[in-house]
């Protein structure tokens, strides 16, 4: 049985910093394609970030800059740095695990992976950015 379990979420102020972890249990990051969403009130849920088993990622415009996806397979832990946080930013944060490849999941290599294809979810951190 698959379990993805996020941490690392707060409140924290504008420019403010958060690193975000999941861990996973039954799946290993180290053979498909991981990724980061999230989902404020009254919004549908938004792609933030993906990495592949081979290490390379994707990022929305949104958050390219100031996010970094990485996962350490040792420790079978995906993780999302949050720097330079906006009020913006505030959500409920899921990890999301699939069984394939980033681009095998979206049908296309220019097309990273949206909330139907991937296989587990995590129930979700909250980040509240304050202005």
């Known amino acids: 049985q698959v379990q993805l379990v996020e941490s690392g979420g707060g409140s924290v102020q504008a420019g403010g910093s958060l690193r975000l972890s999941c861990a996973a249990s039954g799946y290993t990051y180290s053979s498909y394609c991981t990724g980061w969403f999230r989902q404020a009130p009254g919004k549908e849920r938004e792609g933030v970030a993906a990495?592949?088993?081979?290490?390379?990622?994707s990022y929305a415009d949104s958050v390219k800059g100031r996010f970094t996806i990485s996962k350490d397979n040792a420790k079978n832990t995906l993780y999302l740095q949050m720097n330079s946080l906006k009020p913006e930013d505030t959500a409920m944060y899921h990890c999301?695990?699939?069984?394939?490849?980033?681009?095998?999941?979206?049908?296309?290599?220019?097309?990273?992976?949206?909330?139907?294809?991937?296989?587990?979810w995590g129930q979700g951190t909250q980040v509240t950015v304050s202005s």
């Open positions: 999301a695990s699939g069984l394939m490849r980033c681009a095998a999941l979206s049908g296309s290599s220019y097309v990273s992976p949206g909330p139907l294809d991937y296989h587990y």
């Open positions: 990495i592949d088993s081979d290490g390379s990622t």
